[in-house]
């Protein structure tokens, strides 16, 4: 009795699964590999690598709670040109982070490449040439933001919204890596 409702209970389960979209066929190992990832990994980035930074492209960027415009506003930056770091991406949108460590995710087109950078704690010197000796025309506050042109070895060529360029450490500065180039 048994073995006349097991086919039948077999194809009812197949029918079923089929309905719901669900594959009863082996993976590929590239499915299998993908099947392990959390969703936010499957979804399409930009490609870029993880983590770089960026700059922030308006004086308005709204920060959300999650990736996408359901999200709730959590607060608003107020800087453009201001660093931060991105940490994840979903689709257009990137999880950043800034230079306090508080982050949260923006849509991607209030991001630009450009990089910037922030005085993050003591202020600095603005060095003529990329040397400590080197005459110092200008001292960076806290929080003072700008723009990396280059960096090479242990100093980044940067300007300043005033207008003033120069040379400085790059342990003085948030906004670049330790060994990062940058042309």
């Known amino acids: 009795m048994m073995g006349s409702r097991l ?19 082996p993976l590929s190992p590239a499915s299998a590999q993908a099947a392990d990832k959390p969703l936010a990994l499957q979804r399409k980035g930009s490609g870029l690598p993880l983590p770089r930074f960026a700059s922030l492209r308006s004086d308005e960027v709204n920060v959300r709670t999650g990736p996408g415009s359901r ?6 930056f107020k800087r453009k040109g201001m660093p931060v770091e991105i940490v994840a991406e979903f689709e257009n949108f990137r999880k950043i982070r800034d230079w306090q460590g508080a982050s949260g995710w923006v849509h991607q087109s209030l991001l630009t490449g450009k990089r910037g950078f922030i005085i993050s704690s ?3 010197n603005l060095h ?15 929080e003072v933001i700008g723009e990396i042109r280059s960096c090479a070895g242990d100093w980044c060529r940067v300007k300043v919204p005033s207008g003033v360029s120069g040379w400085i450490e790059r342990t003085s500065m948030w906004g670049v890596y330790k060994s990062e180039p940058i042309n």
């Open 7 to 25: 086919p039948r209970l077999l194809c009812l389960l197949f029918a079923v699964m089929a309905g719901l979209g669900t594959s009863i066929l």
């Open 128 to 142: 003529k040439t990329p040397a400590k000796s080197a005459e110092v025309t200008a001292k960076l506050e806290p």
């Open 71 to 76: 999200y709730p506003v959590d607060w608003v």
């Open 122 to 124: 003591k202020a600095a």
